[in-house]
């Protein structure tokens, strides 16, 4: 199959042995950690390189007692960039933090930034008028119902040329019903990259208007501090290959009553581009 995405095994969820690495021995540090160097236009995903999305992901790493990347959480999120973030962090190397004489394990913030290319008016003003082809809404609820579930209905309406692919991005330990998903999907170059929960919408659908439910779980007792959930629409059209991205990132807060859902204004909302060879 030829598209932005292709079809992969879905993530696995964090082992529960590395739960091990997190009771109140974690230490949130921010001095003394390794950064990752701003990432080139020519160096981020096909995706986002095709409809020129850049930004800073704000990743948090758990580095175990030897120094090494246990698991990675995204806290402020461009969608089609997380993946690499997270990766380039994953590959990092830390000091270990020193309590009493011991190693013990750690958390680290690590902003990673993916530079804008040259200004393009062109390249602008095509992308703003692609955006008027496609249209999504997302409701998802900012609280979980009494069962501990959240529920997310969206709608969309395309062009009859054009297919769509709805994915979820999530932290470690969430629950995701998949129910009429389609083959989970990625967003990094790497072939051996994991991928997320998909659903998929044909055009003679997008023409009339479609719509579907999603509904996920999160940990009660997860690892990282902060996190997001984030959803990407992809419109593409099959006959030139060119394609809508819309997106939607929302901030894993923690108050009294529990987990709330803040919509995170600094992702950005659509962008579009050219057709490129898919992977």
Same mark, same amino acid.
């Given at each position: ?20 690495? @997190? ?7 921010? +001095? ?27 990743? @948090? ?22 993946? &690499?973030?997270?990766?380039? @962090? =994953? ?7 020193? &309590? ?26 095509? +992308?703003? +008028? ?25 709608? =969309? ?36 990259? =994991? ?15 479609? +719509? ?31 394609? @809508? ?23 950005? =909302? ?10």
């Amino acid at each position: 199959m030829r598209g932005m995405l292709c079809p992969v095994m879905i993530r696995r969820l964090l082992p529960i042995f590395l739960l091990t690495l @997190v009771p109140s021995l974690v230490h949130c540090t921010a +001095s003394g950690a390794p950064t990752v160097p701003p990432i080139g236009p020519q160096d981020a995903p096909q995706i986002a390189r095709a409809t020129r999305v850049s930004g800073t992901v704000v990743v @948090v790493a758990l580095v175990d007692e030897t120094g090494h990347v246990r698991a990675t959480a995204i806290v402020r999120s461009q969608p089609v960039l997380d993946d &690499e973030a997270a990766a380039r @962090v =994953a590959a990092l190397s830390f000091a270990p933090l020193i &309590e009493d004489g011991k190693p013990v394990a750690s958390l680290h913030t690590i902003p990673v930034t993916f530079t804008a290319p040259p200004p393009n008016g062109p390249a602008d003003t095509y +992308s703003a +008028s692609r955006c008027n082809d496609a249209t999504f809404a997302l409701d998802l609820d900012a609280r979980a119902d009494s069962s501990g579930q959240f529920n997310a209905r969206w709608t =969309a309406r395309g062009l009859k040329s054009q297919e769509l692919y709805v994915v979820v991005l999530f932290p470690d330990g969430t629950e995701v019903d998949t129910t009429h998903s389609w083959y989970p999907q990625r967003f990094r170059d790497a072939k051996d990259t =994991a991928g997320w929960p998909a659903w998929h919408r044909a055009g003679r659908e997008l023409r009339l208007g479609t +719509s579907g439910l999603f509904s996920f779980r999160l940990p009660e007792t997860p690892w990282w501090r902060g996190g997001r959930i984030a959803v990407v629409a992809l419109f593409r059209d099959l006959f030139d290959g060119r394609f @809508v991205l819309r997106q939607r990132s929302f901030r894993i807060e923690r108050d009294a009553v529990g987990p709330l859902l803040v919509g995170d204004p600094g992702t950005i =909302a659509c962008a579009a581009g050219p057709s490129f060879e898919g992977r």
